[in-house]
C-alpha cells in the first residue's frame, strides 16, 4: 500500500490561507470519506485535527476546514497563524489489509 | 480525562529483544482498538498494526507482519509491542495511538512516544 501523495512544502504570510492537497486512489481517498488530518509539531506526537473529511474535533480552531474531491482531499488553513508552523499529514481509509495509510506529510511555513 | 502514556526511550543492541508499553487511561480500554505507528527520522507516520484489547483480535500491515508482535493485557489497560530481535533499522520513534472507531479509522488521542535506538 502506497503512501498518499501530498506536497513537500507549502508557505503563506500570516492571515491568508493556505490548502494542502492529499491524493490517493479509488482504493482509498476516492472510495472512503474516511480521511483525517494531523498536525505535528518538531518533536511532539501528531495531533488530529480533521476526521470523516470535514469534521473538526473539539478544541481545533475553525480555522481549520477539510474537503474532498474524487480520489483528492485537501487541508485548507485560513488566517494563517505563526503557530500554524509545523508538518502536516494526511490519512484514509483503505481497501487493503492496512486498514489505514498515512500521506507522505507537508511542511507549512509561515512567512 | 482521556491519557495515552508510553514507556520510556530505549537503547539496545542488534539481536536483543525488546517490549515497549501504552497505557490508557480516562476512558474504557478494552472497547477501542489501538494503533502503534513507526515514524522515521524526518519521515512520515506508518502504521504498523492495531489491537483491540477486549479480545485481542490483532491485525498488521503487511510491511511488519513477522516483525513485530503486537499484544495488549486489558486488565491493566495496557498494550505492548515487542520485538525478538532488534536489528539497526529499527531505530525509530513509535507511538501508540487510539483509533476511534475500526471502520473509522482515525486516531483521537496520541502518546507522547518512545525512541527506539538500535545501535552496536
Known amino acids: 500500500q502506497s503512501a498518499l501523495t501530498q506536497p513537500a512544502s507549502v508557505s503563506g504570510s500570516p492571515g491568508q490561507s493556505i490548502t494542502i492537497s492529499c491524493t490517493g486512489t479509488s482504493s482509498d481517498v476516492g472510495t472512503y470519506n474516511y480521511v483525517s488530518w494531523y498536525q505535528q509539531h518538531p518533536g511532539k506526537a501528531p495531533k488530529l485535527m480533521i476526521y470523516?473529511?470535514?469534521d473538526r474535533p473539539s478544541g481545533v480552531s475553525n480555522r481549520f476546514s477539510g474537503s474532498k474531491s474524487g480520489n483528492t482531499a485537501s487541508l485548507t488553513i485560513s488566517g494563517l497563524q505563526a503557530e500554524d508552523e509545523a508538518d502536516y499529514y494526511c490519512?484514509?481509509?483503505?481497501?487493503?489489509?492496512?486498514?489505514?495509510?498515512f500521506g507522505t506529510g507537508t511542511k507549512v511555513t509561515v512567512l | 480525562e482521556v491519557q495515552v502514556v508510553q514507556s520510556g526511550a530505549e537503547v539496545k543492541k542488534p539481536g536483543e529483544s525488546l517490549k515497549i508499553s501504552c497505557e490508557g487511561s480516562?476512558?474504557?480500554?478494552?472497547?477501542?482498538?489501538i494503533g502503534w505507528v513507526r515514524q522515521m527520522p524526518g519521515k512520515g507516520p506508518e502504521l504498523m498494526g492495531i489491537i483491540y484489547p477486549g479480545d485481542s483480535d490483532t491485525r498488521y500491515s503487511p510491511s511488519f507482519q513477522g516483525q513485530v508482535t503486537i499484544s495488549a493485557d486489558k486488565s491493566i489497560s495496557t498494550a505492548y509491542l515487542q520485538w525478538s530481535s532488534l536489528k539497526a533499522s529499527d531505530s525509530a520513534m513509535y507511538y501508540c495511538?487510539?483509533?476511534?472507531?475500526?471502520?473509522?479509522?482515525?486516531?483521537?488521542?496520541w502518546g507522547q512516544g518512545t525512541l527506539v535506538t538500535v545501535s552496536s
Open positions: 495511538a487510539r483509533q476511534a472507531h475500526y471502520y473509522d479509522p482515525y486516531f483521537d488521542y
Open positions: 490519512s484514509s481509509k483503505t481497501s487493503s489489509s492496512t486498514l489505514s495509510v
Open positions: 480516562g476512558y474504557r480500554f478494552s472497547t477501542y482498538w
Open positions: 470523516d473529511v470535514t
